[in-house]
């Protein structure tokens, strides 16, 4: 299955391929391996061979990625605020809206980009939207809901 990351403009910035785990009502599981160089974010470091399981919804305002190094173990969760994503039998397509959350395995959560948002040149709703999104994945993170359970068994 095909994962198209586009911009707040709709123009297509990542496509990947991942492996659908799961689809159930407005919700697509998939999982991919960082196919890339080593990437030092700072807070955490994806390296070649790091497990993703992406979580879409098509009824939220952002996505949930679990970060697994190559052995499995838990590093971290990296999580976009986008529109609502589109899920197709063939291609799950999401629109990024800049703000970004990392909740570290310890369920630490650090709100990324909030500069990159605040100048971007995104409309009123949109603008709303990213802000319920985050709010929503703060509290999700916070009580342990949907990917972040795993959080309530000791991280």
């Keep these: 299955m095909q994962i198209v990351k586009r ?3 709709g123009v297509v910035q990542v496509v990947y391929a991942g492996e659908l ?3 159930r009502g407005d919700r697509a599981v998939i999982h991919a391996r960082w196919a890339h160089g080593a990437r030092d974010l700072g807070y ?3 390296a070649p061979g790091d497990r993703f399981t992406e979580y879409f919804y098509a009824d939220q305002w952002f996505n949930i990625m679990r970060v697994g190094g190559a052995d499995g173990a838990l590093k971290g969760w990296y999580c976009n605020i986008t529109r609502p994503a589109t899920i197709t039998d063939e291609a799950i397509i999401y629109d990024d809206l800049l703000l970004d959350v990392w909740v570290s395995a310890d369920g630490v959560c650090l709100v990324l980009d909030e500069d990159e948002f605040t100048a ?7 603008r709303q939207g990213a802000r319920r ?3 929503e994945v703060l509290r999700w993170a916070q009580a342990r809901l949907g990917p972040f359970a795993e959080l309530s068994h000791g991280g």
Excluded at 120 to 126: G, N
């Design 7 to 9: 911009d707040a403009a």
């Design 21 to 23: 785990a799961e689809r």
């Design 44 to 46: 955490v470091i994806f």
């Design 120 to 126: 971007a040149d995104l409309d009123d709703a949109l």
């Design 133 to 135: 999104g985050l709010a």
